[in-house]
T-cell receptor
């Protein structure tokens, strides 16, 4: 079966660093995506990993270990506007569809 | 920045009625998708569409659902006879090409409420 797990909620303080973990069990693997979703808005693309290692993009980084079925999204220098849900999604082989986790709701406090 | 647009933002309908949800994908994109998200649950894939035909569909996408690209810009999802359990946020997405990344860009969604 296909299963993607993320923590449901996390809290952090403005200026801090937070790591959001995602573990997956899928029949195949052809890329992992992180999206940010503010309440009532579209999921917006943050990052993509298909090879093991770290991808850095400004304040956001994403890491992948395919052998462990594990990824994390690292957010540095947190800002209030980073309060949102963060969705981990995996693409299987031979398909375009994304399989989403339930999302992690991050609340950033002053 | 180009974006996927969806209309209406909120649709209220009676059970058994037909609804059509509309999407305008990003103009140079070739692959189109519909996903849904029931309140408090995960985003679920419904269907993908390429070259004027369905390329993949999920178990959710039964005979009550259909998709169409009626012209060069619109992509629609029709639900023929809505059920209470069809109440959800429906997201349209599009991507440029099936390549290594094939990033899917999402619209803001249509909230469907079936009464």
């Amino acid at each position: 079966g296909q299963n993607i797990d993320q923590p449901t909620e996390m809290t952090a303080t403005e200026g801090a660093i937070v790591q959001i973990n995602c573990t997956y069990q899928t029949s195949g693997f052809n890329g992992l995506f992180w999206y940010q979703q503010h309440a009532g808005e579209a999921p917006t693309f943050l990052s993509y990993n298909v090879l093991d290692g770290l991808e850095e993009k400004g304040r956001f980084s994403s890491f992948l270990s395919r052998s462990k079925g594990y990824s994390y999204l690292l957010l540095k220098e947190l800002q209030m506007k980073d309060s949102a849900s963060y969705l981990c999604a995996v693409r299987d082989w031979g398909t375009d569809k994304l399989i989403f986790g339930t999302g992690t709701r991050l609340q950033v406090f002053p | 920045e180009p974006e996927v647009t969806q209309t209406p933002s909120h649709q209220v309908t009676q059970m058994g009625q037909e609804v059509i949800l509309r999407c305008v994908p990003i103009s140079n994109h070739l692959y189109f998708y519909w996903y849904r998200q029931i309140l408090g649950q995960k985003v679920e894939f419904l269907v993908s569409f390429y070259n004027n035909e369905i390329s993949e569909k999920s178990e959710i996408f039964d005979d009550q659902f259909s998709v169409e690209r009626p012209d060069g810009s619109n992509f629609t999802l029709k639900i023929r006879s809505t059920k209470l359990e069809d109440s959800a946020m429906y997201f349209c997405a599009s991507s440029e090409a099936v390549e290594a990344k094939n990033i899917q860009y999402f619209g803001a969604g249509t909230r469907l409420s079936v009464l």
